[in-house]
C-alpha cells in the first residue's frame, strides 16, 4: 500500500502554477532520455568511488538504460507507486541511477545522509515505512552492512536490504545491473503504467526544525523542475557548463543543483565522495569544471589550498555559497585565488535557493547580503503580528515560490504559514533594494558547514548521562563553518564531567559525528527565566568570544 503522504497542495496552486507556465509536465526522466537519444555516448557522470578506489563515468545512454534495468528490478521485488525506498549512497552515479529509477516505477525517492548512523536511521527508515534500504557494505571504515543488518530487526516495514559491492543474494549489482531485467519484463507497459503525475510527490527529504525532530519534507517533479528552473536563470547556467559537486547529494543543494541541474541541462555532472580541497581542485583542473555551489567552508577549504598553485582552475567561474554566512575576507580572497564569481544565497530543503546575489552585483551586495528573490519566488519580512516591517527593519523571514514544497510527511500540522507565506524560522532585514540578510533564527538549531544540527536532540542526549543535571547547547562563531555547538552544563553534585566524557557518550548512542559540540563549558547555574526556563541569550552571549 502507498505511503499517505498528507501533502498541502491544493487545486488552486496547481491551477495558478499552469496558467502561468511554470509547472510543465515533464520529468528527471524525459530530459535524461533526450539526451540519450541526442548524445548517447556524452558523459553524464563521472565520480570518485573511494570505496573502490577509483574514478568511474557513465554516459547518458548508459544512465538512462541501468536506471531503467534497476526500476525493473524494484517492482519485482514488490515496490508500488508511492512507496519509499531509501538509499544512503555518497555522491557516486548510482545515486542517479537510483532516483531514475524510482522515477520509472513511481516510487518516492528518499536519500539518507552517509553520515548517518544507528540512531538517526531507525528513526527516518522506520517513520517513512522504507520498504527497500540500500547502502554501501563499507564507507569511509565505516561497515555500513552490519549497521544495516543490526537496524533491520527493529523496522517493520523493511523487506529488503541491498549493498554495493555486497555479496550473494543482497548484492546490488548482481540484483539490479548484471540481471537484464528488460528482457524478462515489458519495460514500457510498466514504466506507461506507474509513470508519476508531475504533482504528485517523488522525493523525501528529512530537515530538523525547532523541536529536534527530523520532519520529511515533500517534493514533487513541478516544486523540483522550479527549482533547477530558477537557479539556471538566476546564474546563468547553460549547456556549456560542466557541473561540480561536492556537496552530498541527499542535500538539496545536491540533489537539485549538482545532479538535477546537470541532468536537465545534458551536460557533465562531476561529483566527489569525500572532501577534499585537493582533490577537487584536480577535479576543476581535469574535468574543466565551470561552476558549484556549496557550503561556506567548501569554498574555504579550495580558496586557502595550496593546490591551486599547481592546478589550472581558469575554467572555473562561479561559485555559489549557501547555507551560512561567508565572511567578507573569504569572499575577496577567493575571488582572487579563484578567478571566479563569488555569488552568496539563503534556502531552505523545504524551498531550495529563494534569494542570491547576482553576477556582476556590487561589493557590497556580495559581502553584506543573502542576495535578492529568484524568479517567481519572493520574500518579506514581518513583524511579531505578520505586518510587514520597513526596510532595514528585523523581523521574521517568510518566503513564497513556484517550488515550494507540498508538506511534511505526516505532520500537516507542522507547515506554519501566514496568507500562504512560508514561516522559514529565520530572522532577517530586507534592504530598499530588496536584498536579505539573516541575522539570527528563532528555530532552535545550528548551522555548522552548512548543515542543521537538532539542538534539542543533542541535549537530550547528554541529559541522559548520569553526571548532566541540565544541558543547554548554543552556536559560537567559527570563521570556516559559521558555527559550532557549544555544550553549557551543570554537573549533579560531586560528579565529573569532561569533554571526552561527553563525546564517548554521545558517541556511544550512534549519534552522528556532525553533531557533535565542539567545547564544552561547565556552569554552577544556569540564568533562568522566572518560569524556569534557561535563557540561551545570555549562553549564546558568552560563546561568540569562544573559539575552537
Same mark, same amino acid.
Given at each position: 500500500?502507498?505511503?499517505?503522504?498528507?501533502?498541502?497542495?491544493?487545486?488552486?496552486? #496547481?491551477?495558478? @502554477?499552469? $496558467?502561468?507556465?511554470?509547472?510543465?509536465?515533464?520529468?528527471?526522466?524525459?530530459?535524461?532520455?533526450?539526451?540519450?537519444?541526442?548524445?548517447?555516448?556524452?558523459?553524464?557522470?563521472?565520480?570518485?568511488?573511494?570505496?573502490?578506489?577509483?574514478?568511474?563515468?557513465?554516459?547518458?545512454?548508459?544512465?538512462?538504460?541501468?536506471?531503467?534495468?534497476?526500476?525493473? $528490478?524494484?517492482?519485482?521485488?514488490?515496490?508500488? &507507486?508511492?512507496?519509499?525506498? %531509501?538509499?544512503?549512497?555518497?555522491?557516486?552515479?548510482?545515486?542517479?541511477?537510483?532516483?531514475?529509477?524510482?522515477?520509472?516505477?513511481?516510487?518516492?525517492?528518499?536519500? /539518507?545522509?552517509?553520515?548517518?548512523?544507528?540512531?538517526?536511521?531507525?528513526?527516518?527508515?522506520?517513520?517513512?515505512?522504507?520498504?527497500?534500504?540500500?547502502?554501501?557494505?563499507?564507507?569511509? $571504515?565505516?561497515?555500513?552492512?552490519?549497521?544495516?543488518?543490526?537496524?533491520?530487526?527493529?523496522?517493520?516495514?523493511?523487506?529488503?536490504?541491498?549493498?554495493?559491492? =555486497?555479496?550473494?543474494?543482497?548484492?546490488?549489482?548482481?540484483?539490479?545491473?548484471?540481471?537484464?531485467?528488460?528482457?524478462?519484463?515489458?519495460?514500457?507497459?510498466?514504466?506507461?503504467?506507474?509513470?508519476?503525475?508531475?504533482?504528485?510527490?517523488?522525493?523525501?527529504?528529512?530537515?530538523?526544525?525547532?523541536?529536534?525532530?527530523?520532519?520529511?519534507?515533500?517534493?514533487?517533479?513541478?516544486?523540483?523542475? %522550479?527549482?533547477?528552473?530558477?537557479?539556471?536563470?538566476?546564474?546563468?547556467?547553460? &549547456?556549456?557548463?560542466?557541473?561540480?559537486?561536492?556537496?552530498?547529494?541527499?542535500?538539496?543543494?545536491?540533489?537539485?543543483?549538482?545532479?538535477?541541474?546537470?541532468?536537465?541541462?545534458?551536460?557533465?555532472?562531476?561529483?566527489?565522495?569525500?572532501?577534499?580541497?585537493?582533490?577537487?581542485?584536480?577535479?576543476?583542473?581535469?574535468?574543466?569544471?565551470?561552476?558549484? @555551489?556549496?557550503?561556506?567552508?567548501?569554498?574555504?577549504?579550495?580558496?586557502?589550498?595550496?593546490?591551486?598553485?599547481?592546478?589550472?582552475? %581558469?575554467?572555473?567561474?562561479?561559485?555559489?555559497?549557501?547555507?551560512?554566512?561567508?565572511?567578507?575576507?573569504?569572499?575577496?580572497?577567493?575571488? &582572487?585565488?579563484?578567478?571566479?564569481?563569488?555569488?552568496?544565497?539563503?534556502?531552505?530543503?523545504?524551498? =531550495?535557493?529563494?534569494?542570491?546575489?547576482?553576477?556582476?552585483?556590487?561589493?557590497?551586495?556580495?559581502?553584506?547580503?543573502?542576495?535578492?528573490?529568484?524568479?517567481?519566488?519572493?520574500?518579506?519580512?514581518?513583524?511579531?503580528?505578520?505586518?510587514?516591517?520597513?526596510?532595514?527593519?528585523?523581523?521574521?523571514?517568510?518566503?513564497?515560490?513556484?517550488?515550494?514544497?507540498?508538506?511534511?510527511? &505526516?505532520?500537516?500540522?507542522?507547515?506554519?504559514?501566514?496568507?500562504?507565506?512560508?514561516?522559514?524560522?529565520?530572522?532577517?532585514? #530586507?534592504?530598499?533594494?530588496?536584498?536579505?540578510?539573516? /541575522?539570527?533564527?528563532?528555530?532552535?538549531? #545550528?548551522?555548522?558547514?552548512?548543515?542543521?544540527?537538532?539542538?534539542?536532540?543533542?541535549?537530550?542526549?547528554?541529559?541522559?548521562?548520569?553526571?548532566?543535571?541540565?544541558?543547554?547547547?548554543?552556536?559560537?562563531?567559527?570563521?570556516?563553518?559559521?558555527?559550532?555547538?557549544?555544550?553549557?552544563?551543570?554537573?549533579?553534585?560531586?560528579?565529573?564531567?569532561?569533554?571526552?566524557? @561527553?563525546?564517548?557518550?554521545?558517541?556511544?548512542?550512534? @549519534?552522528?559525528?556532525?553533531?557533535?559540540?565542539?567545547?564544552?563549558?561547565?556552569?554552577?547555574?544556569?540564568?533562568?527565566?522566572?518560569?524556569?526556563?534557561?535563557?540561551?541569550?545570555?549562553?549564546?552571549?558568552?560563546?561568540?568570544?569562544?573559539?575552537?
Amino acid at each position: 500500500m502507498a505511503l499517505e503522504t498528507m501533502t498541502i497542495l491544493t487545486q488552486d496552486r #496547481i491551477e495558478a @502554477m499552469n $496558467g502561468q507556465g511554470l509547472w510543465p509536465k515533464a520529468l528527471l526522466l524525459d530530459h535524461v532520455e533526450r539526451w540519450a537519444a541526442e548524445q548517447p555516448d556524452a558523459v553524464a557522470i563521472t565520480c570518485i568511488n573511494s570505496m573502490r578506489d577509483r574514478t568511474e563515468s557513465v554516459s547518458y545512454s548508459q544512465l538512462h538504460r541501468i536506471a531503467r534495468r534497476i526500476a525493473i $528490478g524494484l517492482a519485482e521485488l514488490g515496490v508500488e &507507486k508511492g512507496e519509499v525506498v %531509501s538509499f544512503q549512497m555518497p555522491n557516486w552515479w548510482e545515486f542517479a541511477a537510483l532516483h531514475l529509477a524510482c522515477l520509472h516505477i513511481g516510487a518516492i525517492t528518499n536519500p /539518507v545522509m552517509p553520515i548517518f548512523r544507528q540512531r538517526e536511521l531507525s528513526f527516518m527508515l522506520d517513520y517513512a515505512e522504507s520498504k527497500v534500504f540500500i547502502t554501501p557494505k563499507t564507507f569511509r $571504515g565505516f561497515d555500513h552492512q552490519a549497521m544495516a543488518e543490526e537496524l533491520a530487526a527493529e523496522l517493520p516495514h523493511l523487506e529488503h536490504m541491498f549493498f554495493l559491492d =555486497g555479496e550473494g543474494d543482497t548484492s546490488f549489482e548482481r540484483r539490479f545491473i548484471d540481471r537484464r531485467w528488460e528482457e524478462e519484463v515489458d519495460a514500457d507497459a510498466l514504466f506507461a503504467a506507474r509513470r508519476p503525475d508531475p504533482n504528485e510527490v517523488i522525493e523525501l527529504l528529512y530537515t530538523s526544525g525547532t523541536s529536534g525532530v527530523p520532519k520529511g519534507v515533500l517534493h514533487t517533479s513541478n516544486t523540483l523542475s %522550479s527549482l533547477v528552473d530558477t537557479g539556471r536563470a538566476r546564474l546563468g547556467l547553460t &549547456k556549456d557548463d560542466i557541473v561540480f559537486m561536492p556537496s552530498p547529494m541527499a542535500h538539496q543543494t545536491g540533489f537539485v543543483y549538482g545532479m538535477s541541474m546537470a541532468l536537465v541541462l545534458g551536460t557533465k555532472l562531476v561529483l566527489q565522495d569525500i572532501w577534499s580541497a585537493e582533490v577537487a581542485a584536480r577535479r576543476i583542473n581535469d574535468e574543466r569544471v565551470t561552476y558549484t @555551489m556549496a557550503s561556506t567552508p567548501f569554498l574555504a577549504d579550495l580558496a586557502n589550498s595550496p593546490a591551486l598553485e599547481v592546478c589550472a582552475v %581558469s575554467s572555473f567561474r562561479m561559485f555559489c555559497s549557501a547555507g551560512a554566512p561567508i565572511p567578507r575576507i573569504l569572499v575577496e580572497n577567493a575571488t &582572487k585565488r579563484l578567478g571566479a564569481q563569488i555569488l552568496s544565497g539563503w534556502g531552505m530543503t523545504e524551498n =531550495g535557493l529563494v534569494t542570491t546575489t547576482r553576477p556582476g552585483d556590487p561589493d557590497e551586495k556580495i559581502f553584506n547580503t543573502d542576495g535578492a528573490a529568484v524568479d517567481h519566488a519572493a520574500v518579506r519580512i514581518v513583524d511579531p503580528d505578520g505586518n510587514p516591517v520597513a526596510p532595514n527593519v528585523e523581523g521574521r523571514l517568510q518566503a513564497k515560490s513556484a517550488g515550494m514544497f507540498v508538506g511534511y510527511l &505526516k505532520r500537516p500540522d507542522a507547515y506554519e504559514s501566514y496568507d500562504d507565506w512560508f514561516e522559514t524560522g529565520d530572522l532577517a532585514r #530586507i534592504d530598499a533594494d530588496g536584498y536579505i540578510r539573516i /541575522v539570527g533564527r528563532a528555530k532552535d538549531i #545550528i548551522i555548522r558547514g552548512g548543515e542543521n544540527i537538532p539542538v534539542v536532540e543533542v541535549e537530550e542526549q547528554i541529559y541522559r548521562h548520569p553526571a548532566v543535571e541540565d544541558v543547554a547547547v548554543v552556536a559560537m562563531l567559527d570563521e570556516r563553518l559559521g558555527e559550532r555547538g557549544c555544550a553549557f552544563v551543570q554537573t549533579k553534585p560531586g560528579a565529573n564531567f569532561t569533554f571526552e566524557a @561527553m563525546i564517548e557518550h554521545l558517541m556511544d548512542a550512534g @549519534m552522528s559525528k556532525t553533531y557533535l559540540p565542539e567545547k564544552l563549558e561547565l556552569v554552577e547555574v544556569f540564568p533562568r527565566t522566572a518560569s524556569g526556563k534557561i535563557q540561551k541569550f545570555e549562553l549564546r552571549e558568552i560563546a561568540k568570544d569562544f573559539r575552537v
